[in-house]
Structure formats: C-alpha cells, structure tokens
C-alpha cells in the first residue's frame, strides 16, 4: 500500500466485543464482488427515478438524542418522490446502538443496509467474511459516481476502506472540511470576562481557571451550581486532554508513532501524568461529577445551559442560542510543553456510515440510493431540507432561514446529520451551519497543533483481526474499567505498578506488535 495513504488515513476506534454468527444466505450477490441482477425492476443508470416501479428496502440506523423520527424528515420525504425508493428505517438510539447492532448480525435478522451504522474495520472484515456483509468495490465502480469521483480525486479514501483481500464492504462519511474533523475546545468568556481572567495558555492555567469558576460565583445566582468543566460520558475526557500530555490517536488507537516505533501509550508514565491531573480536578470538583454517568442528551443540555465553564464539541450548534457567551481556545500546553491536538480526523472522517447485507434484493437501487448524498445536490437535501422553506440560498451556498432558526430544535429534526455520522459528504459548499465564523475561528486556533499525519486504524486481514479482537477486548475494557477508577479516586495511584504489569499479563505487547506490523506494511 502506498506511502502516502498515512498522510490522509482514517481514525476511529475499533469496536470490541463483538457477536458473530455463521454466514447468511447470498441474497444479494451473484458471484463474489458482483451485484446480483434485478427482478423485473431494471435500475436506471442516470437520473431519478432510480428505478421505474417503486421499491421498498429497510435500513437499521441510529437516532441521535436531538432527531425526530426518520420518516418525517423531508430529505426521506422527497427522495423518496424523486429515486421511488421507498424506505423504512428501523431506529435504534445512541445509547445502546453498538448492542443492537451487534444483535441485528448475531441473530441474522439483517435489514437490506445499515445507514448511520458506524460499522468498524473489524465489523467490517468479520461480517464481510461471514458474508452477511457484502462487497461494494463493483457496485461502487458501476453505480455510485459521486463516490467513485471523490475516491479519485482522494486516494485515501479507498486505501482506508479497502481489506486486505481487496474489497470494501462498508463506505464512509467523507469530509473536506477541516473545521468538521475535530472538537472545538469551548470556554465560557463571559465567566473569564466577569472574573479578569485571560484564556488558559497551560493546563495549570487551566486548573486556576476552572477553580475560580468554581469558587468566583460567575453566573452571578449567589449559588455554587456552576459546572467548570464537563465532556461526553465516559473516557472521552482523555482523549480531549491527552495531546497536552504528548499523546496521540494515531492507527485508530492509544498509540504513539517514534521514529516509526509503534507505542501504545496506556501504561506509560505520561498517561499516568494525565490521568493524575483529571483525578485532580474530579477530586476539587473542577470535573463534572457526571463525567462517567450522564447520557448525551444530558450532556447537550448542559453545553446549552450557559451554566458549563469549559467543554468539547465541533461545533457550536448546541448553545447557538448563548453564542456569544463561549470562544475558542487552543490545546493548553502540559507540564512538558506539549500542545497537540490528537483528538482529529481525516477526510474519510466516520468509517462504515453505510453497509448493504446479503439480504437485499436491489443492491444496485440501493447504491444509487446512497451515492447522491455524496454530490453537493444531494448533501444540501439531507442536510438543509427543502428551499425556500427551510433554507435560501446565498451566493450558491444554502443558508438555513433565519425564521426556521428561531426554534433550536428545527434542525436537528429534518436532517439525520445532526448527530453525526450520517454517510454523505460535507465540503466548503454545505458547510454554512457547522462552520459559521465562530466555529471557523474556534478551528484556526486548532491549526497549528493539529497533527500533520494521521494514520488510519488498520484494516487487518481476518486471522489478525481476530486477534486483535480478542487481545483488544479484554484489554480496552480492563483500561476503562482502571482508567475511571483512577479518574474518579477509587484505586490509588499507588496500584500504577500493578496496573502495568496487568496490561502486560494482557499481552499489550502482543497487541502492539501486531500494530507494528500493520504500520510498517503501510510504509511499503
């Protein structure tokens, strides 16, 4: 694979723990990589309708804490008019998701396509090799080309799909945008403002700040009710912080790149350093309590609230009404002058957003189907509703109307986009309502710490993912598990020896051999 697939890859966080039955039926294919021919319904190569006589697929999706139901969503409502596809969703929430997936291929009861599914590279591998899952590289190559356009102009995108074995049975979303790939460190400037303090340079800076918005009475109500600092439910406050402490996501994990030396960092001292300073500020109350408890709806509300002093989001959709109370800041520095931005994504930023199962009748229709949200058209239809009554255009660029505005919660119930991971292309042209001049200033102070390489989580051949599956699964649940307990002060610092040689005991060095080896066939 060429060398140059690292400088673009794409990240994410490989699955685990996953649920695996024996191969379904065929349905949807002719001989391997082939799509299976129509039944007396031919698909139009161009053009809309897709097909002459209406069809009907079921897609299993997931649906955001902020979505309305998918079938009141006028993108669904008028692509349905315009291809004849008719489509179901079966809508499963974030909150246990990834259970219901799993469940969806453990049991076979498979949908014709998972949209939104967040399918990863070892869900894609093991569900393509049980054949539940089918390859997509033809069906691309014939019938998708926007797709096939966007994966010529960049390459990445098809390295980072791509098995061993040479086919692609998932497609991601594909963002040009910068701005769109990482989470934008918010802090509450009025609070700064109303205390005399200057945005944090340091994380020990940082502390003082979160400690005066603790104990300062910024919100001005006379009780302490304010929260300095909160983030996603879960281990994600680490990664937010972990470039400030010199580490890095890169092959879609806890790992390190030195001089070409594969690390994985989670028991190493500067994780140790990290987990240290977030134990602090959970002990003075600096951290929100609920860190490791609240659901994403609860976490949205507070970024809404103007109640929250600092927290992570890529954009600003979820206070837009309190806008102006928040800005920007750069990666604090840490106790060793790092200042990286790990947590950031490529261009092919949500792997797996759309599968075809074995089951569908019409894998052609359905290709068709998705590849329109891959055009500028058919991204501004999913993600801005319909002209005229819910945007306008301004210069070719849709703007969403300032009257359907005036009800946050419009949005997010027209379009499958507010949520994330919706599979469609977001460049400069849709890009009006995530990237609004605070957001984009937010971004340039990313920009020189963003990292210039970022290697893609290794697509692994079946025997390796394996492996990986069952090193990892043990081994990321234990790093949890510690992890927040460390966080929240449960386990003491003083089990850290004991903490390592645990990991050991896992065979975490097993695990990044494995990494090394993915790596170095990268460079060839």
Partial sequence: MRKRWGRYALVMMIASGLIVSGCSSNAGTTKEGEPAAQTGNAVNATGFPIVDQPVKLK??????????????????????????????????????????????????????????SGISPLEAVRYGSAGQLIPLEDLIDQYAPNLKKLMEEYPEIRAGITTPEGHIYAIPGIVTLGAARTDKKWINKKWLDKLGLKEPETTEELYEVLVAFRDQDPNGNGKPDEIPMTARAGLPIVHMMSGSFGLDLQLGYNINLENDKVNIWMGNDRNKELLMYLNKLYKEKLLDPEVFSHKEAQYLAKQGSGNAGFFFDQT??????????????????????????????????????????????????????????????????????????????????????????????????????????????????????????????????????????????????????????????DIDKYYEEQSTKFIVGSLSFDKWDEFQATLKKMKIDELEKLYQDAYDKMQK
């Fill in 316 to 473: 600003n959709n979820n206070f837009l009404s309190i806008q102006d109370q928040y800005v920007g800041i750069a990666p604090p520095a840490g106790p060793h002058g790092d200042r990286l931005q790990s947590q950031a994504l490529p261009i092919a930023r949500d792997f797996g957003a759309f599968a075809i199962t074995s089951v569908n009748k019409y894998p052609e229709v359905t290709m068709r189907w998705i590849d329109y949200f891959y055009s500028d058209e058919g991204s501004t239809m999913l993600r801005f509703g319909r002209e005229g009554e819910h945007y306008e255009l301004r210069d070719g660029i849709p703007y969403y109307k300032e009257d359907f505005l005036e009800d946050i919660t419009n949005q997010a119930k027209i379009t499958p986009y507010a949520g994330g991971g919706a599979p469609h292309i977001i460049s400069d042209k849709v890009a009006s309502f995530i990237n609004p001049p605070q957001v984009q200033e937010a971004q340039n102070k990313l920009d020189p710490f963003m990292p210039k390489v970022k290697y893609a989580a290794p697509v692994f051949d079946e025997q390796t993912a394996q492996q990986v599956n069952v090193l990892r699964n």
């Fill in 59 to 116: 897609m299993f999706t997931r649906i955001a804490p902020v979505n309305g139901p998918f079938k009141e969503m006028p993108v669904f409502q008028d692509y349905e008019k315009m291809s004849n596809v008719q489509v179901e969703f079966i809508e499963a929430p974030t909150d246990g998701f990834q259970e219901k997936k799993n469940l969806l291929f453990a049991s076979n009861e498979l949908p014709d396509a998972l949209f939104r």
